[in-house]
DNA sequence: ATGATCCTGACTAACTTAGTCGTGAATTCG
DNA sequence: CGAATTCACGACTAAGTTAGTCAGGATCAT
């Protein structure tokens, strides 16, 4: 269940699409710019974030990205799992859906609990809670600088 | 967090040791042939898990290793965290200790709670119960080839 | 047409995983 | 002692993953 650089830099993308993608799309190199995140590698993560459906594009002068839905109707745990794939902790615990009855041993069951336990709250966080926190983020940031 | 063959190995190893162990040391190719584990590959998990202080090995005929104390005193946590290393989701969680305050971004609260959760399960359960939760496995296993 | 912008796939370097193999050291037994 | 048994340790490897870069093509506003 690593969440590496694809996870954290496309969420962060998302969120910032949420904050800023109110008036119009948003330009791949201002997200970048914006979220530190290397110009052409977002580039990746905007393509597998439009394939399952979360942001559409637009492209020419003008164009830009921005989300498909409202931010609260947008959970994280889905975000993630396009962006890095199954997050199972374990390959045992993966959706086979395939019949064959993956090998079980005695710790199966903890991971199972940890995981759904995950999963849930994934689920129960939107990318309108994420902005939200952000906004909070960097005002704070910006009192201390300012004292 | 991925758990490879490492830690579901090593802890498969262990609950045989908590099994088998009662009567003096257990044989590493013993080991490697009830848990299906390379047995080349468990020589270095035994390693670790001796490093680590969890098992007490000894040479020559009539060797093997034993677990260094009673198996309800040690926990799944430390065990999978000795064979695989940091069990944090993100770089972002570890325990640092060196005082750099480690980037923050806005989904790490989820995150810091999923990992906390986990961390508490994962304590709370023994080497004891595993075992205890295989010889369930086994019996149940017997009983279904007899019917 | 032109230039901005997205879209796609090929490519790479560094790292991790899941082992194997060979040699050596300790211990017991005859 | 010497041989058999068992653990101990490190070098090595093949395959896969991660985190990107880069070049070139497609689309659209003006
Ligand atoms: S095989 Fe899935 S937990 Fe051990
Ligand atoms: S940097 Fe740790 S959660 Fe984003």
Redesign the pocket.
Known sequence: MH?GTKG?YG??ALIDLAMYGGEGPVQRTEIARRQHIPDSYLDHLLAQLRRDGFVRSTRGPGGGHQLTRPADEICLLHVLESLEGSLAPLPCLEDDESGEPHSVCAQQWVWREIYDDMRARLAAVSLADLAAREQERLRSAVASYSI
Chains 1, 2 share one sequence.
């Open positions: 969440i954290d969420v962060r």
